[in-house]
Nanobody, 127 residues
Framework: QVQLVESGGGLVQPGGSLRLSCAASGFALHNYNIAWFRQAPGKEREGVSCISSRDGITAYVDSVKGRFTISRDNAKNTVYLQMNSLKPEDTAIYYC????????????????????WGQGTQVTVSS
């Protein structure tokens, strides 16, 4: 069964850090483009970061650039999202998913969710 399972969320104070994990079962993660999305209460789901299967090219939404880092451990079949300097506006349910990616000049210019959604992991940033 093809499945992605998110974990690592929790409650953290502003300025703190968390590392989210996206573990794959039933398929080899490194053959797929993977992205993290998040959905805050009352808001639409937005793409946060993406890593391509080709060369591990990465992309970030402007609001997390310099604070979040996406990475992949092929041996563990897992994609991570390291989140530093967390802000209250980062509070959301975070999901990972396979995505279709558009490249331009070697950079990711857009990505679109494909496949199914996991259950997500809640991240709450609050003092």
């Amino acid at each position: 069964q093809v499945q992605l399972v998110e974990s690592g969320g929790g409650l953290v104070q502003p300025g703190g850090s968390l590392r989210l994990s996206c573990a794959a079962s039933g398929f080899a993660l490194h053959n797929y483009n993977i992205a993290w999305f998040r959905q805050a209460p009352g808001k639409e789901r937005e793409g946060v970061s993406c890593i391509s299967s080709r060369d591990g090219i990465t992309a970030y939404v402007d609001s997390v650039k310099g604070r979040f880092t996406i990475s992949r451990d092929n041996a563990k079949n897992t994609v991570y999202l390291q989140m530093n300097s967390l802000k209250p506006e980062d509070t959301a349910i975070y999901y990972c998913a396979t995505v279709e990616v558009q490249f331009s000049s070697g950079n990711i210019i857009s990505y679109r969710h494909s496949g199914s959604w996991g259950q997500g992991t809640q991240v709450t940033v609050s003092s």
